[in-house]
């Protein structure tokens, strides 16, 4: 084996920047050892095997790139072989060595999914060299292809957790730490925080996304039919009823997502954790019991532990589904987080005819200092209204439907020295609805319930100041137009 010429040529012949890892098969130790020294000189990973039992344990590495085999190893043919590997691990590509080789043998072992095939001798070190580049550089092809439509296919699929902040980012994480589990999972947060949208986010890039996600309101369904509803019944196991698989089965294969669930009643409690345990449900009136193969993901605006504890949830049903936990952060503690959201919503209910092009700094920032104890689902209907009645083409504080101490943080306080006034009250009123409003008179106008000329006068009759503290005294430094420049003399 002519190998004298290698040196000089490794540059033209070199692999890939991330050099593959090879495995050689033969029962010619010594041709193993060359064809090795020919594959390392030019910076290959090289293993060795001189039969299929030693090549086996190297088969399932998932560093393997290619794979040279001898047609002929004694009890075990390399065409066997070959049909192994490509069932095994098809994106490993094979090369055939044979020293009887013929065109009919070539075309049998490509059609079997051979990426080339070399004759022995082997008089050309370079066509070994190249041919295995060719082979991994294929391979390492298929790999960023599928890697590519693997993240085009997450991207489309998995909903969007709109969000920067750092409990947002710990959140989107742990959801992608879970792309290969199938544990169960615990879903916590308050109403609105968008439980069903993470759960489904879990279940989009799980190893489960080809299958169903049945989503159901535990809290919704009333107690005399919830097992039927989750664990089917049989046709008539009670009056009126003409037989359904139930939620379990309609989830085989996908995920069961059991919004509220510490609004299941006790009885049901038990055979959830008897199906969740045994992986098998039997339907009301069934003396059968049923496989199913689910994975559970379940929420709750409840302290669940703290239900354990008081006897109002089973202990082990509890640890059955707080396999892994997830806390959702309410909204107030997010903040940073409001200005995506709302421009997510924003472009999500646009349409071609929408009037809506964007949000004024002083809306989003009345929209930033609010508590939302609605969360998320509050915030984007809250945008949504707005827009169907807006004018356009920006949003603006006299859209928003907020009838709510908005601005807590800019809240006048009452001072301990008000005079027992009626005139000294309502100046105080009208500059702290002027405050938590941003300034914006219109919106000012609808938190205190009057019209706009009417807001008008009584901010001139008493020469509100920029700054909005309540004084006692009526004095002013600056004329209300100057502040909010609605005209006229102080």
């Not at 040529?9 to 033969?26: I, K, M, N, S, T």
């Amino acid at each position: 084996m002519a190998a004298s010429s290698a040196g000089s040529a490794d540059h033209r012949y070199a692999p890939p920047e991330e050099a593959g890892f090879v495995l050689l098969v033969d029962d010619e130790a010594l041709l193993l050892r060359s064809l090795k020294r020919i594959l390392e000189r030019v910076g290959y990973e090289v293993a060795l095997a001189e039969s299929v039992a030693e090549a086996e344990p190297y088969l399932t590495d998932p560093r393997l790139d290619a794979v040279l085999v001898d047609l002929l190893l004694g009890p075990v043919s390399g065409l066997q072989l070959l049909e192994q590997i490509k069932s095994m691990r098809p994106e490993v590509e094979v090369i055939v060595m044979t020293g009887h080789g013929s065109i009919e043998s070539a075309v049998g072992c490509i059609r079997r999914g051979a990426f080339d095939y070399l004759e022995k001798p082997f008089d050309d070190v370079h066509r070994i060299q190249t041919t295995v580049r060719k082979a991994i550089e294929r391979r390492s092809l298929v790999r960023r292809n599928r890697q590519l439509e693997d993240e085009l296919r997450a991207r489309s699929s998995i909903p969007q957790l709109v969000g920067k902040s750092r409990a947002m980012r710990a959140l989107a994480s742990k959801v992608h730490s879970l792309r290969h589990n199938e544990s169960h999972v615990l879903i916590q947060g308050e109403s609105g925080t968008g439980k069903e949208l993470v759960a489904y986010a879990i279940h989009s890039s799980s190893p489960r996304s080809a299958g169903d996600f049945v989503p159901v309101d535990c809290g919704a369904l009333p107690e005399p039919i919830i097992e039927s509803e989750l664990f089917g019944h049989e046709k008539g196991a009670f009056t009126g009823a003409v037989g359904s698989p139930g939620l379990f089965r309609i989830a085989n294969r996908g995920t069961l997502f059991l919004d509220e669930i510490g609004e299941i009643p006790p009885h049901v409690q038990a055979k959830l954790l008897r199906a969740l345990q045994h992986k098998e449900i039997r339907p009301v009136g069934s003396a059968n019991s049923v496989p199913v193969d689910i994975r559970v993901v379940s929420a709750t605006h409840r302290d669940l532990a703290a239900m354990v504890e008081e006897g109002g949830f089973r202990t082990d049903l509890f640890y059955r589904l707080n396999v892994v936990r997830i806390v959702i952060p309410p909204l107030r503690e997010r903040r940073e987080d409001i200005p995506l959201l709302v421009h997510h919503f924003l472009r999500k209910h646009a349409d071609e005819n929408s009037r809506i092009e964007g949000i004024d700094e002083r809306a989003l920032e009345l929209l930033i200092a609010s508590d939302w104890p609605g969360n998320v689902r509050e915030l984007e209907n809250s945008i949504e209204s707005a827009m169907a009645l807006a004018p356009g083409p920006r949003l603006r504080v006299s859209d928003l439907a907020i009838n709510r101490p908005a601005c807590r943080s800019a809240s006048v306080p009452v001072p301990a020295n008000l005079p027992i006034s009626l005139d000294a009250y309502e100046r105080c009123a009208l500059e702290r609805a002027l405050n938590e409003c941003a300034g914006d008179v219109s919106a000012a106008a609808r938190v205190l319930g009057v019209g706009r000329s009417t807001l008008y006068r009584k901010l001139a009759k008493h020469d509100i100041v920029a700054g909005g503290r309540c004084q006692p005294d009526a004095s002013a430094s600056a004329s209300t137009s100057d502040r909010y420049g609605i005209g006229g003399d102080s």
